[in-house]
């Protein structure tokens, strides 16, 4: 089942019980002050050499794929499932990069896109044969998706959307609808419908924070207004999001406050990743570029070939 891209014109169910009955009790952390250096880096989908490659631009790896970044935090937007055929080897190195950036005293946040949440429901509309081959068998895909699996767990653990510093991340976006709930709330919510095909759920809705588009293509007018509320919200200044590919490179919108990561390295993007150094924000792209950003400029919509990406 392909899902289609469109917002929620009516009052969200989802959210109208999730006020009445709350969310689950707390289950991690969610957020994180006084980090000198963020490293973000958009969808992958499978691409495990491009990720590679952004991963050594931003100084977090090196030629061994160990960790390299210190205390360097690591935000992997979501979206490591689903179109190529490598997305065991990205996971594989997430794994080993969160045990490794821990012990140097930095961290690695490896958020849940909307390819995670379709996976683990049993929709493998973007899941290519060669995906499951590389897991053995459909049976073993599925196995290792699951609740038990050991790539379903580690999944399952994840956050959805995160805060450092005055940095908002998630993998398409927070928006006014959504900023009713509390980041944990957000978190815990998705965390307990990952594994379930409901449209109606936060996990699985067009207008959730796996989902949505509105920010990366509405109008500015419209993107200005609904940050301001998200923004109130939470006591953030700028958000971080994948999901909708900027072929171009990271690029920003309302002058600055949002910025778009997802590079499409699958699309052929260039491997390129937002690294924010001490309040500064760059955009760094293998092999040794790096280019300070605009945070005043309003780049614009992506290109309608892209739009369909994510």
């Not at 994180?32 to 050499?49: K, L, Q």
């Not at 995670?116 to 049993?122: K, P, R, S």
């Not at 509390?182 to 959730?208: C, F, P, Q, V």
């Not at 109130?232 to 949002?258: F, N």
Request: glycine share 10%.
């Amino acid at each position: 089942m392909q899902r289609r891209v469109v917002e929620p014109t009516g009052p969200l169910k989802w959210l109208v019980l999730l006020l009445l009955v709350g969310c689950a009790a707390p289950a991690g952390q969610e957020k994180w002050s006084d980090v000198e250096r963020i490293v973000a880096v958009g969808d992958v989908h499978g691409d495990f050499e491009q990720f590679v490659k952004a991963l050594q631009a931003a100084g977090v790896v090196d030629e061994k794929n160990d960790w390299a970044g210190g205390k360097t935090h690591l935000v992997q937007l979501g979206d490591v499932l689903g179109r190529g055929p490598d997305s065991h080897k990205a996971m594989d190195l997430l794994m080993k990069l969160e045990t490794q950036a821990a012990k140097a005293g930095g961290a690695v946040h490896a958020l849940i896109g909307n390819h995670e949440a379709m996976v683990l429901a049993g929709v493998w509309t973007y899941v290519i044969p060669a995906q499951i081959k590389a897991f053995g068998t459909k049976d073993d895909f599925r196995k290792a998706m699951s609740a038990e699996g050991a790539y379903g767990k580690w999944i399952r653990g994840h956050n959805t959307a995160i805060q450092i510093n005055d940095v908002l991340f998630a993998h398409a976006g927070i928006t006014p609808e959504c900023a009713r709930l509390s980041l944990r709330e957000i978190n815990d919510t998705i965390r307990k419908e990952l594994g379930k095909d409901d449209e109606d759920a936060l996990a699985m809705s067009y207008g959730g924070p796996l989902w949505t588009r509105s920010l990366a293509l509405s109008d500015e007018e419209e993107v200005a207004k609904a940050l301001d509320e998200v923004f109130a919200k939470y006591g953030v200044k700028r958000m971080v999001v994948g999901h909708t590919v900027s072929l171009e490179g990271v690029s920003v919108r309302a002058g600055g406050r949002l910025i778009r990561a997802d590079v499409g390295l699958y699309f052929g993007g260039p491997a390129a990743c937002l690294v924010i150094e001490k309040g500064v924000f760059y955009e760094v792209r293998h092999p040794n570029v790096k280019r300070r950003l605009d945070l005043e400029r309003a780049a614009p919509a992506a290109p309608a070939k892209a739009r369909k990406a994510g």
